[in-house]
C-alpha cells in the first residue's frame, strides 16, 4: 500500500461547535416576534455566519421540517422548505452541479421566490396565446 | 459579442426566468458580503448594467488563475457571467490567434476606448522586455498601451496584484505587479495564488452592478478580502483554548485542532477561503489539515518559512545567541580583569601615611 | 514599507540583533561581576558556602513579618505582577515556540483565555505600582528617567500583545509586527538598566547566603 493509502481516513467529522446556533435561534425568535406584530420580513444568510459542521447538523434537528416543502427548478434545484416553526422558511439554492450556493432563513408568510415573478407573468401570456393558436379549432 | 444589451436581457435571452436571475442574485449577495436586504437593489443593477468589453492579458503567469475562473465556469451560473460579459479578448481561452487575435484586442480598444474592462493576470518582467512577449509586443509595452483607454482594471492573482512567484528572491526578471507601472487608473487587486473562483467572477459582478468596489489598503475589495482567515476559521475555538496540532496528522491534527504550530498564516492573511472555500464551497487548505500559506498577500514567497509558526523568529537565533554568550563571555572577563588590574595597582601604589606628612599637612 | 516587509523585518534582522544585544550583554554584565573576584578566606570555613547560598536564593523570596507590614501593598502588587508576567511570556503557545526555536525545548502552556486574563491582571498591578511611585513622595522622590522608562518598555509588549491578540485597530500583521517590535525594545533595554536585576539577582542572594554560611573570616 502507497504512502498516501497508510493514511488512516476519518468518516465522522470532528464533533465542533462555535456555539453561535444559540444566538441565531435568538435572532430567529425576536424576528418572528416582530412578524406577527407589524408583518416586517427578515432574513438570514446562513453561509455568511462562521458554523461548523456539527451547528449546522443541531440548526436542522432543532428547527425540522413542517408542512410545506417545495422544489424549484431553475439554473438547478432549490430547496424550499417550512421549518417546524410556522413563518421560518428555510431556502436552500444549489446550482446546475448540486453545489450549495446560498442557504438562507427567512421569517415570512412565503418566501417571495416561490411566488410568481411579473416579468414571467409577461412571457407567459405570449406563452399562452401561442399554444392556444396551435389547438385545432383555435381561429374560431 | 452585442455590448448593447443589458445583463438582464442577455440573460433573458438565454433562456433565464426571472426566478433563475433573482436566484443567481441571492447567491451573488451572499458572495458579495452583503447583507439579505440588498437583493433588491443587487438584482435592479445587476438586470441594468451593461455588458462591459473586457480585455483580458497574460504575462508572466503559470495560466492558474484563468485555469481557477474556468472551472467555475462549469457550473452554469458562472458560466452566465461570462455570457454577461464580453470576453474580446484572452490568449488561451479565444479561437483566433496571432494576427486575427490582435487585430480583434485593437478592434475591441477602438470601438469602446474608455470604457473597457482590462483584466490582468501575471507579473511583468521589466530586467528585460524579452522574458516575456505577447505577438512579439514587451508585456510592458501591451499593458501601458491597453491600459490608456481602459475605464478600470483587475489585476487577478498574486503575481499581477503583488508580483507574486515571480517576484520571489532573488527577482531574475525584474518581475513588477500592475500597480507599479499603471498609476493613473482605477485598480482592483484580486490577489491569490490561485484567487477563489467565485471571487473572480463575483468581483466582476461587483464592478457590473455597482461599479468600483471598496478597497482596502492593498486595493483588495473589501467584500472578499475584509476579513482575515483567522477571523473566520471554523477552528477559532480551538485557538483560543489553546489546543493546537504538533504535527502533521497527529492526535491533534486528527481531532481538527488549530494548525497555528505548524505555520498557519491565517492571523495575517486576508481573502474569502474560510466562508467561500474552494471548489464550490467543498473545503479550504486549514478543513483539509494544512495550514494557510498567505497567499494572497504580498510577498508570501518570502515571509519565512510556512512551517514556522507566525510568532517564530525567521532567523536561526539559537546559534546567534550561542555567539553573542561566547563574545560577552570575552568582553566581560576582559573588563572584569581590567578592573583587576586597576585594583592592584590602587593597592600598591598605596603609601601608608606618616607622622611627616601628617606634620606637612598642618604646616600648610 | 509594506506590511508585509515590516513584518519579515521585525521577525528577522531586528530580532536577531536584539537577541544578540540581550544575551551578549547579560554575559558582559554577569562576566564583569564574577570576574571581579572575592577576596581570599583567611580562615577556616564553619558551614558551608553552597548550602547557604542556594538556601538564601528562594528563601529571600518569602518577605519576613516587619518588611510585609511597611510596605505589604508593593509586595502583594509586586507579586501580582511578576507571577502574571511569567505565565504570559511563558506560558503562551505563540511564546513557547518561540523559545522552542531558540532553545530547542518545548513545554505545554496554558489555554489562551487564561493568558488573556492573566495579562489584564499584570497590566492592573503593573498600573498600581505606577501609581504608588508617582503618588508616594519618597518613591516619586528616588524614581528617574530610568525606572519610568523601564516600567514603559515592560509595559508596551503586554499592551500590544493584547491588542494584537484581540485583533483591534489597525490590521492583524501590522499589529503583531508593533507587538514583536516592542518585545525587542524590552529585549535591547535588559542589559543595560535595572531590568537585568531578573538574571543578577540570583546571583546576589548566592553571594550573601554564601557569606552567612561561610561563618568565617575572609
Known sequence: MDKAGAIAIEIEPAAITTGNVLPLLHELQHALLRFQIDGSEHCIDVNSLPLSEQDHRQLESVLGRGEVHARLQALGDSEITETRIPGIWRVVHANAEGAVVGRFLEVTACPSILKTQQPDITDGIAHLQRLIDELPGADQ | ?364 | MSESEFLLLVRGPLFTLATVILVGGMLVRIAEILFMGRRKSLAEARGSEASGGFRVMLSRSVPDAGTFQRSGFTIISGYVFHIGLFVVIFLFVPHILVFERAIGLSWPGLPSNIIDATTVITLIAMLTLLIHRIVDPVRRMLSGFQDYWVWLVTALPLITGYLAFHRVGVSAGWMLGVHILSVELLMITFPFTSLSHAFTLWMSRWYNGAVSGYRGIR
Open chain 2, 1 to 364: 459579442m452585442k455590448p448593447g444589451l443589458t445583463v438582464g436581457e442577455t440573460l433573458r435571452a438565454h433562456g433565464v426566468t426571472r426566478r433563475g436571475f433573482l436566484k443567481y442574485c441571492a447567491a451573488v449577495t451572499s458572495l458579495m458580503a452583503l447583507p439579505p436586504s440588498s437583493l433588491k437593489a443587487v438584482a435592479a443593477a445587476l438586470e441594468a448594467a451593461r455588458r462591459p468589453s473586457v480585455i483580458w492579458l497574460s504575462f508572466q503567469e503559470c495560466t492558474g488563475c484563468t485555469e481557477s475562473l474556468t472551472r467555475s465556469a462549469d457550473a452554469s451560473i458562472e458560466e452566465l457571467i461570462f455570457n454577461a460579459i464580453s470576453l474580446d479578448y484572452h490568449h488561451t481561452l479565444q479561437a483566433a490567434s496571432g494576427a486575427a487575435a490582435e487585430a480583434a484586442r485593437e478592434q475591441a480598444m477602438h470601438d469602446n476606448y474608455g470604457n473597457y474592462l482590462l483584466v490582468v493576470d501575471g507579473s511583468i518582467p521589466m530586467a528585460d522586455a524579452g522574458y516575456s512577449t505577447i505577438a512579439g509586443i514587451s508585456n510592458r509595452d501591451m499593458l501601458l498601451e491597453t491600459a490608456a483607454g481602459a475605464a478600470a482594471i483587475v489585476s487577478v492573482g498574486t503575481c499581477a496584484a503583488f508580483g507574486g512567484i515571480p517576484a520571489a528572491r532573488p527577482n531574475p526578471t525584474g518581475a513588477v505587479p500592475v500597480s507599479e507601472l499603471i498609476t493613473d487608473k482605477p485598480i482592483i487587486n484580486v490577489p491569490g495564488c490561485p484567487p477563489i473562483p467565485v471571487v473572480i467572477t463575483g468581483v466582476l459582478v461587483q464592478y457590473l452592478t455597482f461599479g468600483l468596489p471598496d478597497l482596502d489598503a492593498q486595493g483588495r475589495p473589501l467584500a472578499f478580502y475584509g476579513q482575515s482567515i483567522h477571523d473566520r476559521c471554523y477552528r477559532r475555538p480551538f485557538y483560543d483554548k489553546g489546543l493546537f496540532a504538533d504535527s502533521f496528522d497527529d492526535e491533534g491534527a486528527k481531532k481538527g485542532w488549530c494548525l497555528y504550530k505548524l505555520g498557519c498564516r491565517g492571523p495575517t492573511t486576508y481573502n474569502a477561503c474560510a466562508t467561500a472555500k474552494w471548489n464550490n464551497g467543498t473545503s479550504f487548505p486549514i478543513e483539509s489539515g494544512h495550514p494557510c500559506l498567505g497567499c494572497s498577500e504580498p510577498d508570501f514567497w518570502d515571509a519565512g518559512s510556512f512551517y514556522h509558526a507566525l510568532s517564530t523568529p525567521t532567523e536561526a537565533i539559537g546559534e546567534a545567541a550561542v555567539y553573542a554568550a561566547g563574545g560577552g563571555l570575552l568582553v566581560g572577563a576582559a573588563v572584569g580583569a581590567a578592573h583587576q588590574r586597576r585594583k592592584r595597582k590602587a593597592v600598591d601604589s598605596h603609601r601608608k601615611v606618616s607622622l611627616d606628612d601628617i606634620d606637612e599637612g598642618a604646616a600648610k
